[in-house]
């Protein structure tokens, strides 16, 4: 089982509310990235982090935003959310040397804006 | 465009039967090609990791192979339990940038009944 958490598991909350999603791993990972997934359809990647004071966007436009303060934790924020923002947001570690290397993920969270 | 592919969609099998999941895939440059499994409601687990010069690897009674000249990867499973009944996606990474980009497949939602 990977050391990385997400909290909450589950979200149910009204248009316009901000979130914060939180994500924290313990493997000293550098790498980090959220990913969203509707049912039934592929992972697509909104955000990504090499390393402290480095995020990115991913291949998929996302009115979210993350920070990456401390190498652990990496997490990831609605200001104003909406309908369409209802879906999995998954996290994701690795570690930063080239080739073979593996991405361990959370268990998710299932956000629901009503 | 990079694309990754997998069939059947969905699978019902019984318990203690054998099933082959395909993979087919346009990702280029490659760099590796894994499978993972993903139970509802979770994030997805790492099942196997095949690079360029390996064509099978197995894992229990899973057991993946890897054709890179057809672009093509199958995933079997041996004396399917009720526990297999998950999705099963199939990533491709390409070595064209330092992240390693992943592209998911939808996966095959595999049901196992007794």
């Known amino acids: 089982e990977a050391d990385i958490y997400q909290t909450p598991r589950y979200l149910v909350i009204g248009t316009g509310k901000k979130i914060t999603l939180e994500c924290s791993q313990t493997?000293?990972?550098?790498?980090m990235y959220w990913y969203q997934q509707d049912p039934g359809m592929e992972l697509h990647l909104i955000h990504y982090s090499y390393g402290v004071n480095s995020t990115e966007k991913g291949d998929l436009s996302s009115e979210s935003t993350v920070s990456r303060i401390r190498t652990e934790h990496f997490p990831l924020t609605l200001e104003s959310a909406r309908p369409s923002h209802t879906s999995q947001y998954l996290c994701?570690?690795?570690?930063?040397?080239?080739?073979?290397?593996?991405?361990?993920f959370g268990p998710g969270t299932r956000l629901t804006v009503t | 465009k990079n694309q990754v592919e997998q069939s059947p969609q969905s699978l019902i099998i019984l318990e203690g039967k054998n099933c082959t999941l395909q993979?087919?895939?346009?990702?280029?440059?490659?760099?590796?090609l894994r499978w993972y499994k993903q139970d509802t409601g979770r994030g997805p687990v790492s099942l196997t990791i095949?690079?360029?010069?390996?064509n099978t690897k197995s894992n229990r009674r899973y057991t993946a192979t890897l054709d890179a000249d057809t672009k093509q990867s199958s995933l079997h499973i041996t004396a399917s339990q009720l526990s297999d009944s998950a999705s099963y996606i199939c990533?491709?990474?390409?070595?064209?940038?330092?992240?390693?980009?992943?592209?998911f497949g939808r996966g095959t939602q595999l049901t196992v009944w007794p």
């Open positions: 990533v491709v990474s390409d070595r064209g940038s330092t992240l390693g980009r992943l592209y």
């Open positions: 994701a570690s690795s570690e930063s040397h080239q080739g073979s290397y593996e991405q361990y």
């Open positions: 993979c087919n895939y346009t990702v280029s440059p490659f760099s590796n």
């Open positions: 095949m690079t360029f010069s390996e």
């Open positions: 493997m000293g990972h550098d790498k």
